[in-house]
């Protein structure tokens, strides 16, 4: 028990390791997900993409996740968007990942830049920068293995005109949760 519980007082610090080792600025993310496979077609059949440089997660039976990112409109940066996660359910450790959002068309966009929630559940597991995961949530299903930062996990297709994608950054975690994701939007002057 006393191992389990240093693993578990451990989460924070790797993910504070995973950021800064990480800190992924704006233009190196996107060019990580322009050559990751499925994801770099995306860049030109979107209408528009919100990136997270790095999203950090942790979580003990409650968990939650935080990540900022930027919003684009055909490559111009329009806004600033938070990521915010509240899971619960079976899970243990910390992470830390980047993570895309295409959008497929402006009505999409619109309905991500309102801030409604969407519900998930979901299975994953990292390991320092490998992982795996499947989920089923209100956007679809989805399912994927990242081994490498040139490894995208993704849904692969738009599913209510959105196709997200992330990248394991690393960290040490298992997760079968029900988590509820909420976004805020701040558009930025012309």
């Known amino acids: 028990m006393k191992s389990i519980t240093r693993v578990f007082s451990l989460a924070p610090a790797l993910l504070l390791i995973a950021g800064i080792a990480h800190a992924g600025k704006y233009p190196d993310t996107i060019a990580l997900f322009e050559n990751a496979g499925e994801s770099a077609s995306f860049f030109h059949k979107s209408y528009a993409y919100a990136v997270f440089p790095t999203v950090g997660e942790a979580g003990l039976v409650l968990g939650g996740a935080l990540g900022k990112g930027h919003v684009y409109v055909q490559g111009r940066l329009v806004g600033d968007t938070t990521m915010g996660q509240v899971s619960v359910g079976f899970q243990a450790g910390g992470k830390a990942y980047s993570q895309i959002i295409f959008f497929e068309d402006k009505r999409a966009l619109d309905r991500f830049e309102s801030g409604t929630f969407e519900f998930a559940a979901g299975a994953s597991a990292v390991a320092i920068t490998a992982g795996a995961s499947a989920s089923v949530g209100t956007s679809g299903t989805s399912a994927g293995v990242s081994a490498i930062e040139s490894d995208a996990r993704a849904t692969g297709a738009y599913q209510n005109g959105m196709a997200v994608f992330t990248i394991a ?14 976004f805020s939007y701040t558009p930025r002057g012309v």
């Not at 950054?169 to 909420?182: C, D, H, V």
């Open 169 to 182: 950054k690393g960290g040490l975690m298992y997760a079968a949760t029900i988590a509820g994701q909420k």
